[in-house]
């Protein structure tokens, strides 16, 4: 199994950073992908961003393009989310999750492993 731990989330103004982070645990499997989704209170889970294993291939959903960077330091098995601009509608919850095959997806079902969920408030 793996655990994911995220951390980093809060209360921040409109036009201010957040920078969350998502620590993997227990069992890791090299080569597996990681993303990170957000709900907000009434609607549906979405996917924000994801990163291959290496780094090099990244994915925004268009919201957030150029204003999030998704990054991850396979050393401490640790992936993070670089959030700038932030916007009221940024408001939700934030995970984080793994994949253990395959490319980076936009499909929540495709994950198999998910973290708890962290807080993000934008006030504007």
């Known amino acids: 199994q793996v655990q994911l731990v995220e951390s980093g989330g809060g209360l921040v103004q409109a036009g201010g950073s957040l920078r969350l982070s998502c620590v993997a645990s227990?069992?890791?499997?090299?080569?597996?992908?990681r993303g990170w989704f957000r709900q907000a209170p009434g609607k549906e889970r979405e996917w924000v961003a994801a990163i291959t294993w290496s780094g090099g291939t990244t994915s925004y959903r268009d919201s957030v393009k150029g204003r999030f960077t998704i990054s991850r330091d396979n050393a401490k098995n640790t992936m993070y989310l670089q959030m700038n601009s932030l916007k009221s509608e940024d408001t939700a919850v934030y995970y984080c999750?793994?994949?253990?095959?395959?490319?980076?997806?936009?499909?929540?079902?495709?994950?198999?492993?998910w973290g708890q969920g962290t807080q993000v408030t934008v006030s504007s």
């Open positions: 999750a793994a994949k253990t095959w395959g490319a980076p997806s936009v499909y929540a079902t495709e994950y198999a492993f």
């Open positions: 227990g069992r890791t499997f090299a080569g597996y992908v």
